[in-house]
């Protein structure tokens, strides 16, 4: 049976923009992926393990197609063209974020792993572009009296790691890595964000142009409340997520009072009792 992804009403991704968008990404800012690719590269080391039959999810093929030598790469689809049980590692990178149904990206993956295979994410998370979302947010009120869908939203690291479960995967792991990077002004950013693919693409987001002087605006809150040397900053948070295909031979923790030796033992101090 296929899997059925749960899609939200309305949608949180206008997919047929995000493509566009994609698909104009000229590859002059990479960098996010470039520090991704390594982070993961660094942890497949620390695993100790030669995986054979690995899988790819990837908006971007060109710069994760090779992360692993003979990966399946497929499309970040809401249904994830991936055989049940046929993979030991899965890869899914730098697309979750755009996910509306992101347990079900991670359920499909688990699927697609066999018992004791590793799923690895890779994705933008909730601190990502906080100045950028405050200024915006600010001087939306300050011009129209009100705001409009403009930054997508990302998960926190403690949600993320809580899906991993959700999604049926052992040894849970979730951690983050954040980048802070300097920009002349708000155009040089939204120039890298367009390079990367992420300009906004939510579905929500209004049509209509926007008021003359709201960018403009949005720049001078920027500086004088972000400023970074002669510039402005701007956060990149990349949360990463390790969980694991159950399987009967992963360590297990201790049931509640099953320990055969007492702590004040192992600490060499006389134990002490408690009282109620």
């Known amino acids: 049976m296929s899997y059925i992804p749960i899609m939200p009403n309305p949608p949180l991704t206008d997919t047929k923009a995000l493509a566009l968008h994609r698909a104009r990404a000229d590859g002059s800012a990479w960098f996010l992926h470039d520090a991704a690719r390594d982070e993961v590269e660094e942890r497949l080391k620390d695993v100790n393990r030669t995986f054979t039959t690995p899988a790819v999810v990837t908006a971007h093929p060109e710069l994760w197609g090779d992360v692993v030598p003979g990966a399946q790469v497929v499309h970040d689809d809401p ?15 730098m697309c979750l974020h755009w996910a509306d149904d992101p347990v079900g990206q991670l359920i499909q993956c688990r699927r697609a792993l066999r018992e004791d295979g590793l799923l690895l994410v890779a994705t933008l998370g909730g601190d990502t572009l906080a100045e950028l979302r405050a200024s915006l947010a600010e001087a939306e009120a300050q011009v129209a009296g009100g705001l409009s869908p403009r930054v997508a ?5 403690r949600d993320m790691g809580a899906l991993l479960q959700r999604a049926g995967l052992a040894l849970p792991v979730a951690d983050v890595g954040t980048l802070t990077v300097r920009y002349r002004d708000l155009a040089h950013l939204t120039q890298d964000l367009r390079a990367m693919g992420e300009t906004n693409a939510l579905a929500a987001r209004h049509r209509k142009v926007p008021p003359r002087d709201l960018f403009s605006r949005a ?6 409340a972000f400023p970074e040397g002669d510039g402005i900053r701007a956060t990149f948070q990349t949360i990463y997520l390790t969980g694991w295909a159950p399987s009967e031979t992963q360590q297990k923790p201790l049931r509640p ?9 192992a600490l060499g101090v006389p ?6």
């Open 79 to 93: 249904v994830l063209p991936l055989d049940v049980a046929a993979h030991d590692l899965v890869i899914h990178a």
């Open 153 to 157: 939203p990302m998960g926190e690291v």
């Open 219 to 224: 720049d001078r809150i920027y500086r004088d």
């Open 257 to 265: 009072g099953s320990a055969q030796a007492r702590l004040a033992d």
């Open 271 to 276: 134990e002490q009792g408690t009282s109620r």
